[in-house]
């Protein structure tokens, strides 16, 4: 394991270095944990600007965000601004991207197991687009329409059987999927002519989607090769490609920008003769390296030949994806951020399960200390989004930085918030 300061490239657009501390946004991050708390999400505002902005420039107007990976009013209101639509994949992303503001033809609706209350609310609101997955969906819409809604606009789901260099657990284009409907079984074509001939349903276009943190984009190149026929046959008028586009959360890996992605995109679909629209839906690539996530260090406990373990005040419960997934994570302190890192050790959090590990082998500087900020960057993504209160610990503020100004954007839950809910 190297020695080197952590990698800049992994940290987000505006960051820089004052006498040796790290400043996002214009505001100095060890001075915004004293201020709101932590943990900590920190998010460069303007990063998600500009690459909100960078998907529009590169896929045109149809492109939407993929809300899943990172979810409040003040993200909505960005993505919205910046000409995204936003997908949103259940009742509740729903509800807090209409709360934004967000008008509902700009939202496309996904999804693997819409209710019959989700369909209904997603039809009042006239949301833009429905992304059908399954013939139960396609008889619940028609209930529906049936009870005196409007027909929606529907994409179906198709499954094109390609299997991404990703973790098992992140691959959805797969046969073996709980995702869209099979494309090499048939089932994909019966869907098409099931929706088109519904007088329930007015049919838009085809949606895929073969996985996440993919970084092998020929990926895409062969889902396009292996649906061309089916869309054209289909007359989709739109066709998305999804999301997935893989992110480096670690200083050996190395990442395509949206831009490149959409390039490759569009040129494979107009080599292999797409008559749609094309379409995408980043969400990881969006948001993922415009945040880091600041942690204060409680404990440092060495057993000697061993190991050390570092204890911070988060874990699981702002971070799952070590645990889900095996993710790896670079760390640092924003005190010293261009400082060597020559001690090893295991950031842990604060959860009663030994699998609570943060960054399994991190390096910080020698000189770390309890009480010191401890960061992780690349944790805009599913980091918010996936938290729990496992433990009943306390899920962390999200605060905005931008031209030197920090904005709380959501608010660190109270232990008045824990029994809320609690009628007991």
């Known amino acids: 394991m190297t020695t080197a300061p952590v990698p800049f490239e992994l940290l987000p657009n505006s960051a ?5 501390a790290l400043s996002i946004g214009g505001c100095d991050v060890v001075g915004l944990v004293a201020e709101y708390g932590s943990p900590l999400f920190i998010y460069d505002e303007q990063h998600l600007i500009d690459t909100c902005a960078e ?23 960005i993505a919205h601004a910046a000409g ?13 991207a209409l709360a934004a503001d967000v008008p509902a033809d700009r939202l496309v609706f996904h999804g693997n197991n819409k209710s019959l209350k989700e369909l209904s609310m997603a039809m009042d609101e006239g949301v833009g687009r429905i992304v059908v997955d399954s013939f139960d969906e396609v008889d619940r819409i028609e209930q529906l329409v049936a009870q005196g809604h ?3 606009n529907i994409l179906v789901r198709v499954n094109p059987g390609i299997q991404a260099h990703t973790h098992a657990y992140l691959q959805t284009g797969i046969a073996d999927s709980k995702f869209g409907f099979p494309l090499a079984s048939g089932i994909a074509s019966a869907a098409i002519v099931r929706v088109s001939e519904s007088e329930s349903m007015n049919y838009k276009g085809v949606h895929a989607h073969i996985g996440s943190q993919v970084f092998d984009v020929e990926s895409y190149r062969k889902a396009i090769a292996a649906l061309t026929p089916f869309l054209n046959e289909s007359a989709a008028e739109e066709f998305s490609i999804g999301g997935g586009l893989g992110v480096a959360y670690l200083a050996e890996e190395s990442e395509s920008t949206i831009s490149e992605w959409a390039a490759l995109v569009l040129e494979a679909a107009r080599a292999e003769g797409i008559l749609a629209r094309i379409s ?5 690539s969006i948001v993922a390296r415009a945040a880091v996530t600041a942690y204060t260090v409680g404990t440092i406990k060495e057993i000697p030949g061993v190991r050390t373990y570092l204890a911070v005040d988060g874990g ?11 993710s790896g994570y670079e760390a640092f302190l924003p005190r010293a951020v261009t400082s060597p890192r020559g001690l090893r050790v295991r950031i842990v959090g604060k959860h009663c399960e030994s699998g609570d590990i943060i960054v399994n082998e991190a390096a910080l500087p020698l000189d770390t ?41 959501v608010e660190r839950e109270s232990f008045e918030d824990l029994v809320a809910r609690d009628i007991g």
């Open 16 to 20: 820089a270095v004052n006498d040796g």
């Open 55 to 77: 998907a529009v420039h590169a896929f045109g107007e149809g492109v939407a965000y993929a809300s899943k990976a990172f979810l409040c009013k003040a993200m909505a209101r």
């Open 84 to 96: 995204m639509h936003i997908d949103v994949a259940t009742g509740g992303e729903l509800f807090v």
């Open 150 to 152: 409007d027909v929606p």
């Open 280 to 284: 995408a839906e980043p969400g990881r």
């Open 316 to 326: 699981m419960s702002d971070n799952p994806r070590p645990v889900l997934y095996g």
């Open 369 to 409: 200390i309890i009480g010191d900020i401890v960061c992780t960057p690349v944790t805009g993504a599913y980091g918010h989004s996936m938290g729990s209160n496992y433990n009943k610990v306390l899920r962390p503020a999200v605060v905005f930085v931008k031209d030197g100004v920090s904005k709380l954007v």
